[in-house]
């Protein structure tokens, strides 16, 4: 479903981020992308989301290649991938409903967005949503009132609202506390494997990542560097994904070459 071919991307500022990455990823497996920070991972995901485009390589989602497309087609295209956010996102003073229902919006006819008037199909299929995340008690409680794992699982709903054949995740987790992550990764993992919907998130917990993923890929200043099964990710795979990068990126000079200034 997502495949990307030899993916490169620097910033307009120079910064290479993504380097020759390759990689095919359907929904078969729960996917986690990780790696220190600034390897990368927020920016393939911009890249998967239509949001960024790569500076060289092939990205196709769902046989369209979003990398060449029209800006019309990216868009069409971002309809169908539900973003779930490290800060949720929701609007503050929208009830919960209200904000599952801003995932229907894209679909709608313009004229019907501005005035936010949703049909009733659009209500209950986010009803359903809120349902689905266990959330439908609060449907009419106002989003800035719910706990971050709630919100979270609001959250989710939106995603699920736009009935999308991609979620990516971008830290989930990273603002709740155990037991809103279990709740979140749970449910994350759950409409991966019941709903048939591809789900990618980026994850910094290790213990989350060895509990639910199927599938980890680990990028190391913009190349995969590990792509396997969370069993394969032994502690010298860890450590040196995360400890040895200072290492290789910054080389201890060699003292006994470098002229000390002895004769100053
Ligand atoms: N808009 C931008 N303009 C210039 N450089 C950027 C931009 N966004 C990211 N970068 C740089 O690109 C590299 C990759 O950043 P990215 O945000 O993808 O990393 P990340 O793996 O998501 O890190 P983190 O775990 O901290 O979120 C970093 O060196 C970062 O400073
Ligand atoms: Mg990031």
């Given at each position: 479903m997502i495949q990307l071919e030899n993916v490169n991307h620097t910033y307009a500022?120079?910064?290479?981020?993504?380097?020759g990455i390759s990689l095919e990823i359907g929904a078969e497996a729960f996917t986690v992308l990780i790696g220190p920070s600034g390897a990368g991972k927020s920016t393939l995901m911009r890249i998967l989301n239509g949001l960024v485009r790569p500076t060289t390589g092939k990205v196709t989602i769902d046989k369209l290649e979003i990398s060449r497309a029209k800006n019309v087609q990216v868009l069409a295209a971002r309809r169908k991938i539900g973003m779930v956010f490290q800060q949720f996102n929701l609007v503050k003073r929208l009830t919960a409903l209200e904000n599952v229902l801003i995932g229907r919006l894209a679909f709608m006819p313009t004229w019907r967005s501005t005035i936010r008037m949703y049909t009733l199909e659009d209500r209950q299929l986010a009803f359903a949503a809120l349902e689905r995340v266990g959330m439908a008690d609060y449907a009419w409680q106002r989003a800035d009132t719910l706990s971050g794992g709630q919100q979270q699982r609001v959250g989710i709903a939106r995603a699920l609202a736009q009935q999308p054949k991609l979620i990516l995740a971008d830290e989930p987790i990273s603002a709740l506390d155990p037991k809103a992550s279990e709740q979140v990764m749970g449910l994350l993992r759950q409409i991966q494997s019941e709903d048939g919907i591809a789900v990618i998130a980026n994850l910094h917990h290790l213990d989350a990542v060895r509990e639910y993923a199927e599938r980890v890929v680990a990028l190391q200043r913009g190349s995969v560097v590990f792509d396997g099964h969370?069993?394969?990710?032994?502690e010298a795979v860890t450590r040196a994904l995360y400890y040895d990068e200072q290492k290789a990126t910054q080389p201890t000079p060699d003292l006994s070459t470098t002229p000390l200034l002895v004769n100053a």
């Open positions: 500022n120079g910064t290479q981020a993504l380097r969370p069993n394969a990710l032994t």
